[in-house]
């Protein structure tokens, strides 16, 4: 059965804290993603990256880094854990697209982080 | 830019009636459109998706969507709901011309609660 990986299921941080999420798929997925989960906001994407060494920002990138030296793995990382970062995070991975009907748009999440900046 | 919207931030029905979650959706180009469930304590499976052909999607677990692009939208739907459909429903879209990267886009999510 495929799987991602998301090290911890909760997490209690205090604010200045340096903290690493950790994320690892077994899929051989190129793609692998960073999403946190807040109410009311539903899913915004922070940093993706489609190959080793790679990344790009999302769309809330701020107050957030990432490293993906591996493959299979993708971390995210809060450089000075902030109270407006508590929130649930996840991870999600996919294979390189396709074409057409071909084209393979499916993520594949993990159980997700939840992480507590007091 | 593209973006979703989930205008019911929950959805009540009894067991055994027809359910409909709405979702719209605004991109600039053609899009790809998505179903994802998020059952309690869980990340997000697949349920569905729109890539292109028949308008009509079927997917997991019995639910379907239906494309309907005058309307800009893909509400998802089952003809008899179950207690164990009780979950977080997201939708999602991505502009086609966005280019090789996934960057998907998530509504807000509504909660379904089917009612024994």
């Known amino acids: 059965d495929v799987k991602v990986t998301q090290s911890s299921r909760y997490l209690v941080k205090r604010t200045g804290e340096k903290v690493f999420l950790e994320c690892v798929q077994d899929?051989?997925?190129?793609?692998m993603f960073w999403y946190r989960q807040d109410p009311g906001l539903g899913l915004r994407l922070i940093y993706f990256?489609?190959?080793?060494?790679?990344?790009e920002k999302g769309d809330i990138p701020e107050g957030y880094s990432v490293s993906r030296e591996k493959k299979e793995r993708f971390s995210l990382i809060l450089e000075s854990a902030s109270t407006n970062q508590t929130s649930m995070y996840l991870c999600?991975?996919?294979?390189?697209?396709?074409?057409?009907?071909?084209?393979?748009?499916?993520?594949?999440f993990g159980s997700g982080t939840q992480l507590s900046v007091l | 830019a593209q973006s979703v919207a989930q205008p019911e931030d929950q959805v009540n029905v009894a067991e055994g009636n027809p359910l409909t979650v709405k979702c719209t959706y605004s991109?600039?180009?053609?899009?790809?459109l998505f179903w994802y469930v998020q059952y309690p304590n869980r990340g997000l499976q697949f349920l569905l998706k729109?890539?292109?052909?028949?308008?009509l999607v079927k997917g997991s677990y019995g639910f379907e969507a239906e494309f309907n692009k005058s309307q800009t939208s893909f509400h998802l739907k089952k003809p008899s709901a179950l207690v164990s459909d009780s979950a977080l429903y997201f939708c999602?879209?991505?502009?086609?011309?966005?280019?090789?990267?996934?960057?998907?886009?998530f509504g807000t999510g509504t909660k379904l609660q089917v009612i024994p």
């Open positions: 999602a879209v991505r502009d086609r011309n966005s280019g090789g990267y996934q960057k998907v886009t």
């Open positions: 990256s489609y190959d080793v060494k790679m990344k």
């Open positions: 729109y890539i292109t052909g028949d308008n």
């Open positions: 991109v600039s180009g053609n899009p790809y």
């Open positions: 999600a991975s996919s294979s390189r697209l396709g074409t057409g009907q071909a084209t393979n748009e499916k993520l594949f």
């Open positions: 899929m051989d997925h190129e793609n």
